[in-house]
């Protein structure tokens, strides 16, 4: 049984995620957590403009989140009721990223499923603030689903890598359940100017190989210095329709979630990203 976590600020961009993971985990079994962490919200509410008021308003943003989750979750019943699933709602004055790692470990969340904006929707962000911190600080991997994205079948799935990193199995776990589900092919591709691995990276390779043992997969090298125009131009010529990426320091991820080379992944906007933490998780 998978274990997810579905952080929402009940925007359409995060009903989207909800109604993608949804869909997409239709033949699992899992138990669903939907998260509103709402001390942002309180801060920033127009009606908190003195100390006098705080208890109050404090009251009605956590009334307001209650409501919202139990209006949420029966319209989840409506949409998508599987006997396969279990849902549970969680209202809480804390800061998203705090509230998702403390349920992730509390709960054993497998995966962390969002939108990649929220509420502000702008068109030049590719992710939203709160999806940013989520990627980078919540030590659980993150399925991260494009504004009005439907496409709940992948069929082709992008899986970069250099090969250096120690992988940990629970993470691939998850990328060879995703796969099997839709019978998914998954391209493991090393981007480089060489084709020689070192030992390390042979190690590392065969690791990945044995992991993702019964899925479809295709190992190849891409000459190219530049690792991010060889990741779109291979999303573009192979109709990849899902990315994964393990987020460590210095990593492919890492580098391409900062702003001065954001825009050259723009493909963030367009496809699902799977972000693998790579940490220890029991």
């Known amino acids: ?21 949804l869909e997409f985990f239709k033949y699992q079994k899992v138990q669903f957590y939907f998260m509103h962490a709402y001390r942002n919200e309180f801060y920033d509410h127009d009606e908190l403009v003195s100390r006098d008021v705080f208890d109050d308003v404090l009251e009605k943003v956590k009334t307001d989140s209650k409501n919202n989750l139990e209006k949420l979750l029966k319209e989840v019943n409506e949409i998508a009721p599987n006997p396969r699933y279990t849902y549970h709602s969680i209202s809480a004055n804390n800061s998203l990223v ?23 929707n702008e068109r030049h962000i590719i992710f939203g603030s709160q999806t940013f911190q989520v990627l980078k600080y ?10 009005n994205y439907k496409n709940t079948q992948p069929k082709h799935i992008l899986f970069p890598t250099d090969y250096l990193i120690p992988y940990k199995r629970r993470e691939l776990k998850l990328l060879s359940v995703l796969a099997k589900s839709y019978r998914s092919k998954i391209d493991v591709m090393y981007v480089s100017t060489s084709n020689k691995l070192s030992i390390r990276q ?19 090298i891409k000459n190219d210095k530049n690792v991010a125009d060889a990741i ?44 693998m933490q790579n940490t220890n998780r029991d």
Request: charged letters at 25%; aromatic letters at 6%.
């Open 1 to 21: 049984m998978l274990s997810i976590l579905l952080p929402t600020d009940f925007s359409e961009n995060s009903k989207n995620a909800i109604n993608y993971a």
């Open 138 to 147: 919540v030590d659980c991997p993150v399925l991260a689903i494009p504004s």
């Open 202 to 220: 042979e190690d590392n390779k065969d690791f990945i190989k044995d992991a993702l043992i019964v899925n479809k997969v295709d190992f190849n």
């Open 232 to 275: 779109i131009s291979h999303i573009e010529e192979s109709d990849i329709d899902m990315i994964t990426m393990v987020n460590t320091q210095h990593s492919f991820l890492e580098d391409m979630l900062f702003p001065s080379t954001i825009d050259k992944v723009s493909f963030g906007l367009e496809i699902p990203l799977l972000a």
């Open 98 to 120: 705090e509230e998702a790692n403390e349920i992730a470990d509390k709960h054993n969340i497998d995966l962390i499923v969002m939108g990649t904006k929220g509420k502000s």
